[in-house]
């Protein structure tokens, strides 16, 4: 008996493997689901990136003192918004399942974008984006989804698509959201509140739950809040480093919160010229990501991806705030962006360190944690150029903001050479598929999905 069952195990494991490396290798069926969702949940959000201070100045009679800070206060709210939500959500999705949360927060945000199209009051517009806070929150349980249904050692491949969907929604986002509020600065929250619903419909149609009922675990309102949720980070002194090295990245990463001052003071460019280069960060970002970060784990291991990428980061940060020139600034982009392969070999990473139960309370306190950068980052970054470029300081120094950012990158590289590699599955085990298929998809059903996006 035990031989047969073996038999049909293996037959049925064969059959996976053959359906899944014969079609899409690197972008199984169930992964492609969550792309999908992410991609179109970033493009909503890239959509209002140039319109919602246009929108705002509109209300406030065009006051450009007044605009900059209720543009602050609404950057904050959607941090604090994400820093509370983020966990709680998580976990929630932890007890009843990937699948719930992100259709209601696919729905919530599509009607939250009507709320903001339509908005007669300012006050209307800043409870909106509260609302966008809350919802928007549900990134990490793609993430959690991500780990689900991908087997550990697969991971930062399938967290690295992750970068795609928001390279794809980052270049082409606010492009579209630009051309429109050219318009009407509310026509981009209609096409915002669109592509969420359709997302919500694309979502109830085709994702399938990745959180078998035996795997949840039950809710407790300590895992839930911001502060307890970072009870699970302290839980391992390995994931705390690593908890440690991606507060340093991800403050890093606001230093580009600058970026447009900082060419307008330095190069005088104008705004297309802005929106070009933003644009050309987004097409690297997804290439680097979605080409680059499997093959460096594959070839590497996580842990060199992990400090080659920041080292990368790290000597790009220190080009940019040299560049002379805005061609020295452009060139710095590849070299900057190579970083990303460095965050999703983090993630993997730290997926390793804590149970299969606890992967969106996980991705839940990340996420509270990248909301504390979001708070302090740009206003860190910000007054640092505005000290450094005052002539009434001594020292002139436009480019002090990358020279920071490098720094803490280059400290979090150190950090990460110090971290232990996950073991790595024997050579003599079996492969093993590339999606484990979710809560009620058998594995031979995987083949047909994966026959019509070959098809597709």
């Known amino acids: ?61 065009g006051e450009m003192t007044d605009a900059a800070k209720w543009s602050a206060r609404f950057a904050v709210v959607f941090a604090l918004m994400q820093f509370f939500f983020s966990p709680l959500l998580g976990v929630l999705s932890d007890r009843f399942g990937r699948r719930p949360i992100i259709l209601l927060s696919n729905l919530g945000l599509g009607l939250d974008y009507i709320v903001m199209a339509m908005a007669p009051t300012l006050s209307w517009l ?29 991971r930062a491949g399938a967290f690295g698509l992750i970068g795609v969907a928001f390279g794809i929604g980052f270049t082409f986002g606010p492009a579209i959201g630009g051309l429109a509020g050219d318009v009407n600065p509310r026509y981009a929250f209609w096409i915002a509140a669109v592509l969420s619903l359709a997302n919500w419909l694309w979502g109830y149609f085709f994702v399938p739950e990745s959180l078998s009922r035996e795997q949840r675990k039950p809710f407790e309102l300590r895992r839930a809040n911001p502060v307890g949720s970072l009870t699970l980070l302290r839980s391992h002194h390995e ?11 991800y403050l890093s990463h606001n230093v580009f919160s600058v970026w447009a001052l900082y060419a307008i003071f330095r190069y005088s460019w104008s705004q297309g010229m802005i929106g070009i280069s933003l644009m050309i960060v987004g097409i690297v970002t997804a290439v680097i990501s979605g080409g680059l970060t499997g093959r460096m784990v594959t070839r590497f291991g996580e842990k060199r991806t992990l400090y080659i990428g920041q080292f990368f980061g790290a000597s ?18 590849p070299i900057i962006s190579l970083w990303n392969i460095s965050m999703p070999a983090a993630q993997s990473m ?27 980052g740009p ?57 484990i298929p979710p809560e009620g998809t058998p594995s031979a059903a995987i083949a047909p999905i994966l026959d019509s996006e070959e098809n597709v």
């Open 1 to 61: 008996m035990p031989s047969a069952l073996g038999t049909a195990v293996d037959t049925t494991a064969a059959t996976t493997l053959r359906s899944c490396s014969t079609v899409m290798k690197s972008r199984p069926a169930a992964v492609i689901f969550i792309l999908v969702t992410v991609t179109l949940d970033i493009l909503a959000m890239g959509l209002i990136i140039p319109v919602l201070p246009k929108l705002i100045l509109d209300f406030l009679g």
């Open 126 to 154: 800043f409870l909106g984006r509260i609302i966008s806070g809350i919802t928007t929150s549900s990134i990490p349980t793609a993430m959690a989804y991500i780990a689900d249904v991908t087997p550990k050692e697969k």
């Open 239 to 249: 994931l705390w480093r690593l908890t440690t090295i991606q507060f340093l990245a």
């Open 316 to 333: 790009g940060m220190v080009i940019a705030g040299l560049a002379k020139t805005g061609a020295w600034l452009l060139a710095s982009i």
């Open 350 to 376: 730290m997926t390793h360190r804590v149970s299969e139960r606890e992967q969106g309370e996980l991705q839940g306190a990340l996420q509270s944690m990248r909301s504390i950068t979001f708070i302090i």
């Open 379 to 435: 206003w860190l970054f910000l007054r640092i150029f505005g000290w450094f470029i005052d002539p009434k300081n001594q020292v002139h120094l436009p480019g002090a903001p990358y020279f920071l950012a490098g720094g803490l990158l280059f400290t979090a590289m150190l950090m990460a050479t110090r971290i232990e590699q996950p073991q790595r599955p024997e050579s003599s085990i079996a492969p093993v598929p590339d999606v």
